[in-house]
Nanobody, 120 residues
Framework: VQLQASGGGLVQPGWSLRLSCAAS????????MAWYRQAPGKQRELVSS???????NYGDSVKGRFTISRDNAENTVYLQMNSLKPEDTAVYYC???????????????WGRGTLVTVSS
């Protein structure tokens, strides 16, 4: 199983970016998909998560600005980031809780990360 994230880049404050993360490989089902971020010198933190049924959760610092969504048929999760601020600068990682067989356990998988830089 692999998670491939894309969509990061350098933007100015107030601009928008959309991140994507596609899971591929031998996948039976995916429960929660999430985005985390890690800024230089800081711990990794949860940005947002979404269940297979569409229930969402957001960190306080991104509420009202970021929107998470997913395409279950494509095993893909998205993060629409609006009104970006310099403090959003970080490496963004996608995470997914995946079962590779009906009777197998749920395991967490991580993507490699994509860098988002917000600077004027």
């Amino acid at each position: 199983v692999q998670l491939q994230a894309s969509g990061g880049g350098l933007v100015q404050p107030g601009w928008s970016l959309r991140l994507s993360c596609a899971a591929s490989g031998s996948i039976f089902s995916i429960n929660i998909m999430a985005w985390y971020r890690q800024a230089p010198g800081k711990q990794r933190e949860l940005v947002s998560s979404i269940t297979s049924g569409g229930s969402t959760n957001y960190g306080d610092s991104v509420k009202g600005r970021f929107t998470i969504s997913r395409d279950n048929a494509e095993n893909t999760v998205y993060l629409q980031m609006n009104s970006l601020k310099p403090e959003d600068t970080a490496v963004y990682y996608c995470n997914a809780n995946i079962k590779i067989s009906a009777l197998g356990p749920v395991r967490g998988y991580w993507g490699r990360g994509t860098l988002v830089t917000v600077s004027s």
